[in-house]
């Protein structure tokens, strides 16, 4: 009888063998908008406190200069360079989510890819390869194992993206498929991070990002010289899966393999916020034409509880939140949305554009009047953590009510090609980038499977 090949070990081979010519044309360009969508992320956050703290850091600790540390023009080791690009990559909260596997992939796909490109002077074309395997394999991971391990406090992108990076970095370094199933194994060993950063809103929930990408970059490394790790790490009865998660789904680490790409599910932002309240700010939004904000008593909106937990805070102004206290209210995007529309959330790019709205008087009144409604039964669907119910009661007792199943950006509702361009034209100008460096970076990243090596393009970071 044949024994049914382990899992561990055939997403192992998919990272090693797949080719550049085996990948549909839609899932060639879907990564080419999700490396735009992470550059723009990525380069206004190196002006924030926690990228000038690592920015030092890894200077003092790295060894030779391999890889760009993105937007500062200075090297360092490849896997200092993937920590930093990944965990500054999350700072402003504007990468990709997938919501099957719940982790912002693309932030610690992208810090991988980009890092052991340049050290090895990888060609745009196995750039693109090697990112689209790790988006695979850490999807499917996260499939197997969510929403268990994400309401448990795990946090997935320092956990289950530890794959993907490690996917990432064994196809860049060629290596054969058992050698990438030891570097996936090597990343179970690795896999760390918890959400108890968020009563806090500290410094390690972008740290998650960072880790991760550089683990998997350090366990692909590992495994080139020989090091070995469990060639059943995901389905070991002391392996991944059953350590963390409770009720896992095993069947889906391999399900459709080379037949459906994960990656196409990967949602992404148009306004700087936790994701978990996009589909509350759609809702104002379509609404907003029949709406006088001075005549609403109160807005209800219903969201999963786990991203309500996140996102709930009708005093983003208080203590030492900062910045980060818009960035994760859903009361206060709402209460802009209302107010301002499209323009007014376009303004939030803006750090300081951002920070005035919180002191406006009719701003913090319509804060208080909103309240979230954390659903728990929707938990258990990773399909509802992009759903809300939003219901606006009016002071003469009218009311308005939204249901949405998804907000802009996720698969179903992909933002328009021409509204992604803008969004990075924004975050750069804010970043000092002029009219011509930003479009020459689109324009690379839209042919980037022309590059023959990527030297040229990371040069200009």
Known sequence: MRSTPSPTKELGEFASKLQYKEIPPEVILKAKYLLLDYLGGMIPGNREEMAQILFRFVQEVSGPSEAHLLGTGEKVGAQWAALYNGAVGHLIDMDDIHWGSVTHAGVCIWAAALAMGEKLNSSGEDILTAAIAGYEVALRIGYAVEPDHYVRGFNPSGTIMTFGAAAVAARLLNLDPLKTTHALGMAGVMTAGNRAH???????????????????????????????????????????????????????????????????????????????????????????????????????????????????????????????????????????????????????????????????????????RIELIHMKEWDRDTSKYSACETSIVFKDGRRLDKSLGSALGDPDNPIPYNEQEIRFRRLMEVSGWDHQKITSVMERVKSLEQEKTIEQFMNNF
């Open 198 to 368: 968020l009563t806090e809103r500290v410094m390690t929930k972008d740290y998650n990002s960072g880790f991760s990408p550089k683990s998997g970059v350090l366990a692909a490394l590992l495994a080139a010289k020989g090091f070995t790790a469990s060639t059943d790490e995901l389905e070991n009865p002391l392996g991944f899966l059953h350590v963390y998660g409770d009720k896992t789904h095993p069947e889906a680490l391999t399900r459709g393999l080379r037949e459906i790409w994960h990656i196409l599910e990967t949602g992404q932002k148009l306004y700087p916020a936790c994701r978990a309240m996009h589909s509350s700010i759609d809702a104002i939004l379509a609404l907003r034409s029949q709406i006088n904000p001075m005549d609403v008593d109160r807005v209800t909106t219903k969201i999963f509880a786990t991203g309500a937990n996140i996102v709930d805070d009708a005093c983003p102004w208080s203590g030492a939140k900062g910045i980060m206290g818009a960035r994760f209210s859903a009361q206060f995007n709402m209460a802009v949305a209302f107010l301002y529309g499209k323009d007014g959330l376009w303004d939030l790019y803006d750090a300081e554009k951002s920070m005035s709205y919180m002191k406006e008087d009719r701003i913090r009144a319509l804060v208080g």
